[in-house]
């Protein structure tokens, strides 16, 4: 079993937990933001616009996240790996699942003809979950 297999990495990745997202950027600094995040099998899933962060993801694939549980800080899941694919989500069946879980309904902050958005698979090169509760 790995560690997006236990229970808590469950509940994180299917439930609307805030995940904080690091890249890098062309000069090796760090560049983070907050994101909604899901599970596809074994690889985290996010979504995105064209913006700072998809643009670190495509010249440098490396990435890092946390998702932590609101109700307890010292439950959370840590993620260092890769963005394997970024895809354009058409029709936004990506974003608007991830915002039935964090909103409640359909994604309604853009629109598919005004705004591309793109569904980023990231494969786990090491995970960690840590339940202090």
């Known amino acids: 079993m790995s560690d997006l297999d236990s229970d808590l990495a469950r509940e994180l990745l299917e439930g609307p937990f805030p995940c904080c997202l690091t890249t890098l950027g062309a000069d090796g600094a760090p560049y983070s933001v907050v994101v909604w995040c899901g599970r596809d ?9 064209h913006g700072r962060w998809l ?42 699942a991830l915002s039935e879980i964090y909103e ?17 698979a990231i494969e786990p ?6 339940d202090l509760a």
């Open 41 to 49: 099998g074994e690889r985290v899933t996010v979504n995105a616009a």
């Open 55 to 96: 643009g670190n993801l495509r010249r440098d694939p490396r990435v890092s996240l946390v998702v932590v549980h609101t109700d307890d800080i010292l439950r959370y899941l840590a993620v260092q790996g890769a963005a394997v694919a970024i895809e354009p989500d058409e029709g936004y069946a990506h974003i608007n």
């Open 104 to 120: 409640g309904g359909p994604y309604t902050y853009s629109k598919p003809e005004h705004v591309e958005r793109f569904r980023v």
């Open 125 to 130: 090169e090491a995970t960690r979950v840590v």
